[in-house]
């Protein structure tokens, strides 16, 4: 009972946040809400099965999300793979908090990516929590987040990871081929972090820290109108800073890197009491003392907008809002956005190679752990594969030896690229595909210490350009040697291949061999009856012959036996050259059928 009620409670807590996608807790297999932001959470064993799981032991409260992690020691990437859909616009949030796990107190650092994108190198410290944001449109139908570990002994890992959708309308200014990485996102005036229960976009609003100059103002209204396409909460429009006289500017924090990026940033105003006829709010954005924009007027009890796109910054860049001439007031800001801007991002690894990945994955289990994109980013492919530089990278070689593989090999002849297959040293079975043969680039197959069975395939034996080692597969055909198959008939090899890679029927061979032996057999047996019956009918007439010209004597007559035994022998001698010629002809009629069958045949085993 107590399992359905907190089932209801987070789904319910999902339906607050109305576009809310997942929150998935790393390092736990726990579904819980959490009561900070109304948040359902669920752990990652769904979505990870390797990597070592870590409770922190602190003396403080921990957010519960941040009380678990998973540490991966034993692959140069680790990814999440999270269902999305392909062209939608999605929010990912990624937290990491070390809290000395390892009690080392050596904090690591490596690199984090998203669908096959660099995203930003993770600096971890040993008591403050950080997290990573990146806005994109997808290209696939899978959202991926990745850490790699980037020097020795630097193991990278995961607090919790969020994925959200937002509207198509939002951060519209976006080319769709780059992505937003969030270097702050604060509210000016608010006391505590604006999120989930405010936004529904469940957006990290941090609260802006005052500094001397600045005051905090208070809006006359309970509830902002919110008409605009980026839809920032109500709750972050109630308060602003201002400065206390139009001849001081605001001067906006942007923690943006030390060399200079492409930048985009949203500001976000509203008047926060109703002004009389004489009093007038404008102001202006000024780039390194440079008027950047048109005059801003705030309303009252209504939020506005101003985007800074197509400009590159630095830390050392001055962003200020300054009054202008006319305004008889002080600028404010009630919140501000600020992204550095992405290169393109890429379309991945080869959609083929992609689609032949998976067919492998599919059929072995073991490889299923394997996520995020296989090439992408450079260098961090998958451990077991190979790729070509570029921004679509083909995979040139699979290194699965002693990789536990286990059954039949799956189709992956849409890798054409491949130029080595090494999967040597598993268990795998039945019998080698034709395709592999047919790869137009491959120059090495190792299929050593396996239990393939069958002939091989005559695409491959006819490769002159192909390396094969099938060592270790004792139930497989070779050149001079007949091995058989699953089905238990002996099949024999010619020069170790077939003239094709489709399996024949083994039935004309059957019936070739079966029924002929089986006549062998009848034909000698009446042979054998025919002879009998005429040395038995020889013995009785030459037993009459004798007793016609001799007296009654117990044994008969020296001369008439002599008789018998010369009639036997001649008889015996036309009859055995009469079965040698039976035989003979039988012989000769199994190997025209077997010829006629185009059976070949084993020259040590006739």
């Known amino acids: 009972m107590a399992t359905f009620l907190l089932f209801l409670l987070i789904a319910a807590s999902a339906f607050s946040t109305l576009n809310a996608d997942v929150s998935i807790d790393c390092g736990t297999s726990e579904l819980y809400s959490a009561d900070d932001y109304a948040l359902g959470w669920v752990g990652d064993d769904t979505y990870i099965q390797h990597g070592e799981s870590v409770q922190l032991k602190s003396s403080t409260s921990l957010y519960q999300p941040l009380a678990t992690l998973r540490v991966f020691t034993d692959r140069k990437k680790s990814c999440y793979n999270i269902d999305s859909s392909k062209g939608s616009k999605v929010l990912v949030r990624a937290y990491f908090y070390y809290g000395n796990y390892d009690g080392k107190s050596s904090p690591p650092s490596f690199d984090l990516h998203f669908d096959g994108n660099h995203w930003d190198t993770v600096e971890t410290s040993v008591d403050q929590s950080v997290f990573y944001e ?94 605009l396409d980026d839809s920032p909460p109500s709750a972050v429009l109630l308060n602003a800073f201002s400065t206390a006289s139009t001849s001081s500017s605001i001067k906006l924090g942007t923690n943006l890197p030390s060399t200079k990026v492409p930048i985009y940033m949203n500001m976000y105003f509203s008047e926060v009491s109703v002004l009389d006829s004489t009093q007038t709010r404008s102001f202006e954005l000024q780039v390194d003392g440079t008027p950047n924009s048109k005059p801003f007027i705030p309303v009252y009890g209504k939020a506005g907008e101003m985007t800074l796109t197509n400009v590159t910054a630095s830390s050392s860049t001055n962003f200020t809002l300054a009054a202008t001439s006319d305004s008889t007031l002080p600028p404010l800001i009630n919140a501000l956005e600020v992204f550095t801007v992405s290169d393109d991002l890429t379309d991945g690894t080869n959609s083929a190679d992609v689609e032949g990945l998976v067919s492998l994955q599919t059929q072995f289990d073991v490889l299923g752990d394997w996520g995020g994109d296989p090439c992408l980013p450079s260098p961090y492919s998958w451990d077991w594969i190979n790729c070509t530089s570029g921004s679509t990278p083909r995979v040139t070689a699979l290194y699965l030896d002693s990789f536990g593989l286990s059954g039949l090999l799956p189709d992956f002849s849409s ?31 190792n299929l050593a210490g396996n239990g393939l069975s069958g002939s091989i395939p005559s695409s491959i034996t006819n490769n002159k350009k192909l390396k094969l080692v099938v060592t270790g597969n004792p139930d497989l055909c070779v050149s001079g040697k007949s091995c058989k198959t699953a089905s238990g008939v002996d099949t024999f090899g010619s020069g170790g291949s077939s003239s094709s890679g489709k399996k024949k029927s083994k039935v004309p061979v059957i019936l070739g061999t079966t029924i002929p032996i089986f006549v062998l057999f009848w034909v000698i047996a009446g042979v054998c009856a025919v002879l009998h019956h005429k040395r038995k009918s020889a013995a009785i007439a030459t037993g009459n012959a004798v007793q016609a010209g001799g007296g009654n004597k117990p044994y008969g007559n020296p001369q008439g036996q002599a008789v018998q035994t010369q009639t036997q022998t001649a008889a015996n001698n036309n009859n055995n050259n009469m079965v040698q010629n039976i035989v003979h002809d ?18 040590n085993n006739q």
């Open 415 to 445: 890798m054409t690229n491949l130029e080595t297959i090494d999967m040597h040293n598993n268990s795998l079975i039945g019998s080698i595909p034709e395709f592999l043969g047919t790869l137009p680039n491959l120059k090495q197959l």
């Open 134 to 227: 990146v806005i994109y449109v997808t290209k696939t139908d899978t959202v991926s987040v990745c850490v790699a570990q980037t020097a020795p002994n630097m193991f990278p890992f995961i607090s919790a990871i969020e994925v959200r959708d937002l509207d198509s309308k939002m951060y519209a200014e976006l080319d769709s081929n780059r992505a937003l990485m969030l270097r702050r996102r604060v509210a000016y005036g608010t006391t505590s972090i604006v999120r989930s229960i405010d936004d529904i976009y469940d957006r990290i609003w941090v609260p802006a820290v005052t500094v001397d100059g600045l005051t905090v103002l208070t809006s006359d209204e309970i509830l902002v109108d919110v008409g």
């Open 586 to 603: 039988f012989v000769v009629n199994v190997q025209e059928q077997l010829q006629s069958a185009q059976v070949p045949v084993d020259q």
